[in-house]
């Protein structure tokens, strides 16, 4: 490949600035754009636009779009980064590099969770240590051992939280457990974890209850149920 230098656009109007800017955040479906991604998706050079502007906030607002909203998105919690991780890792069907965390995959980049944990991998590893910490504490708890509470009858609580969720997604490889199709080879696909036997019906929520469906075959099962 040949190294080549990037265009400085000293003549090119500021409108024409403002137009790419605003195009690269409709593909992105976002209100604010990084410098990271106006140079990989848009027409010109971030820096070059935030030199014209005098800072790339100010480009932001000549283009009418939120900068301050990606500033406040870098703050956000662990457990936010981590329901995102869990959402791209299960689309992908596999392990998330830095170059997957875009939109529309993405809600963060890799920017973020590099910020938060101070590297990527870093986030990496705390994530699967609170994924194995719920599949070690899902494995230990003896549902005979459970109280059931008396207000709904049951010994677990209905909803799946995003780490169960995801145990159970791994455990059957990101693909519906009846029709076999994935996000990963099909994004139209859409994955829910459910209930073998209906929690309505006693079912508890529990690794050996809970399966992953697409949202046809969910809605399915809810049919002849």
Same mark, same amino acid.
């Given at each position: ?25 409709i593909k992105l479906n ?44 870098v703050r956000v919690s ?25 939109? #529309?995959?993405?809600?963060? =980049? ?5 910020? *938060?944990?101070?590297? !990527?991998? @870093? $986030?990496? &590893? ?56 994935? #996000?990963?080879?099909?994004? =139209? ?5 459910? *209930?073998?036997?209906? !929690?309505? @019906? $006693?079912? &508890? ?19 002849l149920e």
């Amino acid at each position: 490949m040949k190294f080549e230098l990037k265009k400085v656009h000293r003549n090119t109007p500021e409108s024409e600035f403002i137009a790419d800017l605003k195009n690269t955040a409709i593909k992105l479906n976002q209100d604010f754009v990084t410098h990271q991604q106006q140079n990989e998706f848009g027409k010109f050079d971030a820096s070059n636009m935030a030199d014209r502007f005098g800072g790339w906030a100010k480009a932001h607002d000549r283009a009418g779009l939120n900068f301050a909203r990606h500033q406040k998105s870098v703050r956000v919690s662990d457990d936010e980064l981590f329901q995102n991780m869990e959402e791209v890792w299960t689309k992908l069907g596999h392990q998330p590099i830095q170059a997957d965390m875009f939109p #529309p995959l993405s809600k963060y =980049s890799a920017g973020a969770y590099k910020k *938060h944990f101070g590297t !990527w991998m @870093k $986030g990496l &590893e705390i994530f699967v240590t609170n994924i194995n910490s719920e599949e070690d504490a899902s494995s230990e708890s003896s549902i005979e051992n459970l109280k059931v509470e008396p207000a709904t009858k049951h010994k677990t609580k209905r909803e799946i939280n995003w780490r169960l969720r995801f145990i159970i997604m791994k455990r059957d490889n990101f693909k519906c457990k009846d029709c076999g199709r994935s #996000p990963a080879t099909d994004q =139209s696909i859409i994955l829910h974890v459910d *209930h073998k036997k209906a !929690w309505a @019906k $006693g079912g &508890e929520t529990v690794l050996e209850n809970l399966e992953t469906l697409c949202s046809k075959c969910n809605i399915g099962k809810s049919d002849l149920e």
